[in-house]
T-cell receptor, first 114, second 116 residues
Framework: QKEVEQDPGPLSVPEGAIVSLNCTYS??????FMWYRQYSRKGPELLMY????GNKEDGRFTAQVDKSSKYISLFIRDSQPSDSATYLC??????????????FGTGTKLQVIP | GAVVSQHPSRVICKSGTSVKIECRSL??????MFWYRQFPKQSLMLMAT?????????EQGVEKDKFLINHASLTLSTLTVTSAHPEDSSFYIC????????????FGPGTRLLVL
């Protein structure tokens, strides 16, 4: 079983729709959760970062963490064609001074259709 | 924001040659730099972690003699793929963390390597 599971998609939605992207994980020790956006042939770009259960909002993006269910989500409101990209979830253990390795999901490819 | 650059963006080489990829943090000093490899439709796979002035820490299964990493300064890390073979063809991405922001990584744009 992979530590982080993410549906690769592709997910196609019409412009203006609410998008829900999800990841599940198996290691309950993960403490930090991130969402990255990766356009084709580009490096990932950090979108959201959170370390507690609950919701965190930033513009049209909302990150949700449910540690009891080991489930995280990213919601995109009023989706735009420019949101078309691959979205990777990522997580890591609590730092104890040194660097902790980040574990990535496989990414979900999103296409927003005008 | 924190900007990380990579050079070259893509490279095509013959089998048996060595290829060097540079990763630079342009507006901050990176305490740690990371090298990833990404195959199509697959996740980012961490290859190694490097700190300035010390030897890189390689992930299990990554040949350190094959993938040479040099972190000569706080703004530059290089990955050299030695004696490249077609199976080394992949998308290589570096990232860097900055002091006080250890929990986040800033990624470069990636380098696409094709070995013929």
């Amino acid at each position: 079983q992979k530590e982080v599971e993410q549906d690769p998609g592709p997910l196609s939605v019409p412009e203006g729709a609410i998008v829900s992207l999800n990841c599940t994980y198996s290691n309950s020790a993960f403490q930090y959760f991130m969402w990255y956006r990766q356009y084709s042939r580009k490096g990932p770009e950090l979108l959201m970062y959170t370390y507690s259960s609950g919701n965190k909002e930033d513009g049209r993006f909302t990150a949700q963490v449910d540690k009891s269910s080991k489930y995280i989500s990213l919601f995109i409101r009023d989706s735009q064609p420019s949101d078309s990209a691959t979205y990777l979830c990522a997580m890591k253990l609590r730092s104890s001074g040194g660097y902790q390795k980040v574990t990535f999901g496989t990414g979900t490819k999103l296409q927003v259709i005008p | 924001g924190a900007v990380v650059s990579q050079h070259p963006s893509r490279v095509i080489c013959k089998s048996g040659t060595s290829v060097k990829i540079e990763c630079r943090s342009l507006d901050f000093q990176a305490t740690t730099m990371f090298w990833y490899r990404q195959f199509p439709k697959q996740s980012l796979m961490l290859m190694a972690t490097s700190n300035e002035g010390s030897k890189a820490t390689y992930e299990q299964g990554v040949e350190k003699d094959k993938f040479l990493i040099n972190h000569a300064s706080l703004t530059l890390s290089t990955l050299t793929v030695t004696s490249a073979h077609p199976e080394d063809s992949s998308f290589y991405i570096c990232s860097a963390s900055r002091p006080g922001y250890r929990e986040t990584q800033y990624f470069g744009p990636g380098t696409r390597l094709l070995v013929l």
